[in-house]
């Protein structure tokens, strides 16, 4: 297992210039025991929601009965909304603390806990050059961090096709883009995902001869299922993948390390074109009997928004210290398995640990059609 993180709190963040600090491997919790952990994105246009925990040594993590521990929460790849569910996340996270946020330096917005999200969050809505100081009060302690919205950025879906494939049964959808640059230093983000609806059927099945059939629907609930990888040979993605041991993880699966960030070296004040694949999703339907709990934000089938196979596309433009957050977290993922030579996570958070970042975006959808 890889020993250089200290922090299990991760999100999403950047903050805007500062000086760059990693995290080095601690081989005890002594001298983590004041500090906070403080995570947070300021999304231009969306309300604000900070997290705020306690902070962990690799060594002193916690063992939640029933789960794998660090290693469960090890994965920076997975959904942070299903993340925050996690048992690990609900035991170290701090529900009683004062979060403020002062929005260039003059309006100052008291956050309030969400019980449901186990976040503080504020109705104020980011606008593009908002600069965002975030405190976090704990007892005798304080954390801190800065982020400003950065500037729109501007991607257009020049054309795209669908290929059906021999290797699998799932259509792949080839899709150019252009990116309009500002100029200057900027940095970027390409977020993808297919999308496509699940079943979940609740009924009692009835045996005919060797095999059961459904004899009753009582209800049918939509889920969406996603796809959030895409593959392209273009330099601004680094694509590679590693398998990841059992030793690691406990439990051996393919991830995909890139964080799908990259600068404006390339193409500084021009247009840049690039294409990329994203493979539909599996569908997927699933058959329970009526004794079984489903998860409760499930839609009805006859109350769901129906959606069409697609694609969605995001360009973010973020923050540099978002920016560097990333790279260091593929760069961890990529790196040798042991304290002295892993890569270490950057982080912006001032008198304790975290990343607070700023991201604006333009987001399309492509559908894959019939």
């Not at 210039?17 to 995570?39: W, Y």
């Not at 970027?188 to 297919?194: F, K, Q």
């Not at 069409?308 to 990529?334: C, F, M, P, T, W």
Request: glycine residues 6%; proline residues 4%; hydrophobic residues 35%.
């Amino acid at each position: 297992m890889k020993h250089s993180v200290t922090i299990f709190v991760i999100l999403i963040g950047a903050l805007c210039a500062s000086c760059e600090r990693t995290i080095d491997f601690v081989d005890t919790s002594e001298n983590l025991k004041n500090s906070l952990t403080i995570n947070a994105v300021a999304i231009e246009g969306e309300p604000l929601g900070v997290f705020l925990n306690r902070t962990y040594s690799i060594k002193d993590v916690p063992i939640i009965p029933g789960t794998y521990g660090y290693e469960q929460i090890h994965n920076y790849t997975i959904d942070w909304q299903s993340w925050r569910k996690n048992e690990f996340y609900k035991y170290t996270a701090i529900f009683d603390a004062r979060v403020e946020a002062t929005v260039n330096g003059k309006d100052t917005y008291l956050l309030t806990l969400a019980a449901d999200s186990m976040g503080y969050w504020t109705d104020y809505k980011p606008n593009v050059g908002d600069c965002i100081e975030l405190k976090a009060t704990f007892g005798s302690e304080m954390v801190y961090a800065e982020a400003t919205i950065p500037a729109k950025p501007k991607i257009e879906v020049l054309e795209y096709e669908k290929i059906e494939t021999n290797v699998s049964t799932r259509p792949l959808m080839r899709i150019t883009c252009r990116l309009t640059d500002a100029g200057g230093n900027q940095y970027y983000r390409l977020r993808v995902r297919g999308e496509r609806e699940g079943k979940d059927i609740i009924g009692t099945l009835e045996k005919k001869g060797d095999i059961y059939e459904i004899a009753d629907i009582i209800d049918t609930y939509i889920y969406y299922t996603f796809n959030p990888w895409f593959e392209s040979d273009d330099p601004l993605f680094s694509l590679e993948k590693k398998r990841v041991s059992r030793e690691d993880l406990l439990s051996s699966y393919w991830i995909n390390p890139s964080s799908y960030a990259f600068s404006n070296d390339l193409f500084r004040g021009k247009d840049y074109n690039f294409t990329i694949d994203v493979r539909a999703p599996y569908y997927q339907e699933n058959f329970y009997s009526p004794d079984t709990k489903l998860i409760s934000d499930r839609d009805k089938a006859e109350d769901a928004y129906r959606i069409n196979l697609r694609v969605l596309l995001e360009l973010q433009s973020i923050s540099l210290d978002y920016y560097k957050y990333l790279k260091s977290v593929e760069a961890y993922h990529l790196s040798p398995s042991d304290s002295e030579n892993s890569a270490s996570i950057y982080y912006n958070a001032q008198n304790g640990f975290g990343i607070f970042g700023a991201l604006s975006y333009d987001r399309h959808f492509v559908e894959f059609g019939e």
